[in-house]
C-alpha cells in the first residue's frame, strides 16, 4: 500500500513540456475540386514535409506518424504520434487521440476556393512533448530550458510547413497543374 506522502507526491508530478505552433497560409493556381482530393493523402505529407519519416495506415483514420529530428549535440530525436484523422467540411484535421500523450500533435489543413482556378490553403501545426524528466527530450535541456527548446521547435516548424508548401506545390502543379 502507498504511503500518504508517496501518494500524494506522486499526483504532483512535474512535467517538463517543450511545445510549439506555427502557421502558414498560400494559394495554388490550382482549381480547389482538383486540390481537394489531395488535402485527405496523408502520403502528401510523408512525401513533402521534413522530418516524417514513415505514415503507417493502422484503419481508415488511424495513422502513426513516425518523425526523426536530427538534433545538435546529441542522438537523432525519433517520436511516434498515433493520430486520429478527421474531415470537418473543408478541413483535415490529423491530431492525436488523447491531449495527454507525451507526444501530442495536432494539424489542421483548411482548403478554401478563391477564384476561378485559384485555391487557398491554411495549415496550423502543434506539436508538444511532455516528459518526467527533461534529460529524455535532450541531454542538455535540464540546462536550456523549456522556453529555448520551444522556441527552436518552433523555428522548426516553420521551416517545416515552409517546406512543406514549397515541394508540395511543385507536386501538385505536376499532377494538377495547366498542361
Not at 122 to 143: E, G
Amino acid at each position: 500500500m502507498l504511503s500518504f506522502p508517496l501518494l500524494f507526491s506522486s499526483l504532483f508530478v512535474r512535467l517538463f513540456i517543450v511545445e510549439a505552433e506555427a502557421s502558414l497560409s498560400y494559394t495554388l493556381d490550382i482549381p480547389f475540386d482538383h486540390v481537394k482530393t489531395y488535402t485527405d493523402d496523408s502520403g502528401l505529407l510523408e512525401r513533402n514535409m521534413t522530418g516524417i519519416e514513415s505514415v503507417r495506415r493502422l484503419s481508415d483514420n488511424l495513422l502513426v506518424y513516425r518523425m526523426r529530428k536530427a538534433v545538435p549535440l546529441g542522438a537523432d530525436l525519433i517520436l511516434e504520434f498515433t493520430i486520429e484523422r478527421r474531415v470537418i467540411g473543408t478541413t483535415v484535421l490529423y491530431e492525436s487521440r488523447d491531449i495527454r500523450d507525451s507526444n501530442y500533435l495536432r494539424c489542421a489543413v483548411h482548403v478554401q476556393p478563391l477564384s476561378e482556378g485559384r485555391t487557398g490553403i491554411d495549415i496550423h501545426l502543434k506539436l508538444r512533448l511532455s516528459r518526467t524528466n527533461a534529460a529524455k527530450v535532450h541531454w542538455l535541456a535540464p540546462i536550456l530550458g523549456a522556453s529555448f527548446l520551444s522556441e527552436r521547435m518552433r523555428e522548426d516548424l516553420r521551416d517545416m510547413l515552409e517546406e512543406f508548401r514549397k515541394k508540395s506545390t511543385r507536386e501538385l502543379q505536376e499532377k494538377l497543374g495547366p498542361r
